[in-house]
């Protein structure tokens, strides 16, 4: 019930394509759904990030639709770039006894071609 | 530059050996984190802490120690215990315990590998 299922493992998109990556979950208890982006040797960054009394939020090109029925949320990155290629993970938040944990999925390897 | 540094940027131990992650962040967050990253598997929790003297074992906690003598740092220790202990180690910080939905912020890692 804690995990975060990330598909696809790897995503192959020609420049000035939409990427998308979809993640879906178990745990309604969720408040915060985070995206991060990973170049190599480098540590996360937060990239854009929801609560799920949103259905979309737009930050340049990069969206994240949240379906809350459904359990799932995914992000698209328009007009994709070389510079977009990195690891991309979601995350979701749990928020209980005090303490935030985050739940990771196990991420996405984007390349773009030019 | 407020931030997480993370040291050393490369570490290699022996059988037998304990070795000791630092973890220094100047952003005022109560709240520090350990993460371990392999290979397609994303990141799991190894230990939190929301304030001084206080942490909890995250879900891969064996093999590991951690301390929180300050608040700017999380030092964590990997024991002989861990058997595979060769990943990349992330620290990361949030505003902490009184809030929620707060990003974690991450430093650029540790990468340990066995001699």
């Known amino acids: 019930q804690q995990q975060v299922k990330q598909s696809p493992q790897s995503l192959i998109v020609q420049k000035g394509g939409i990427s998308i990556i979809n993640c879906a979950y178990e745990n309604t208890a969720f408040d915060y759904f985070p995206w991060y982006q990973q170049f190599p040797g480098k540590g996360p960054a937060l990239l854009i990030a929801i609560r799920p009394d949103v259905s979309e939020k737009k930050e340049g090109r990069f969206t994240i639709s949240f379906n809350k029925s459904a359990k799932q949320f995914s992000l698209h990155i328009m007009d994709s770039q070389p510079g977009d290629s990195a690891t991309y993970f979601c995350?979701?938040?749990?928020?209980?006894?005090?303490?935030?944990?985050?739940?990771f999925g196990a991420g996405t390897r984007l390349a773009v071609h030019p | 530059d407020g931030g997480i540094t993370q040291s050393p940027k490369y570490l290699f131990r022996k059988e037998g050996q304990n070795v000791t992650l630092s973890c220094e962040q100047n952003l005022n967050h109560d709240a520090m984190y350990w993460y371990r990253q392999d290979p397609g598997q994303g990141l799991r929790l190894i230990y939190y802490s929301q304030i001084v003297n206080d942490f909890q074992k995250g879900d891969i906690a064996e093999g590991y120690s951690v301390s929180r003598e300050k608040k700017e740092s999380f030092p964590l220790t990997v024991t002989s215990a861990q058997k595979n202990p060769t990943a990349f180690y992330l620290c990361?910080?949030?505003?902490?315990?009184?809030?929620?939905?707060?990003?974690?912020?991450f430093g650029d890692g540790t990468r340990l590998s066995i001699l």
């Open positions: 995350a979701a938040n749990s928020f209980s006894g005090g303490y935030n944990k985050l739940i």
């Open positions: 990361a910080s949030s505003m902490g315990q009184h809030y929620s939905n707060q990003p974690q912020h």
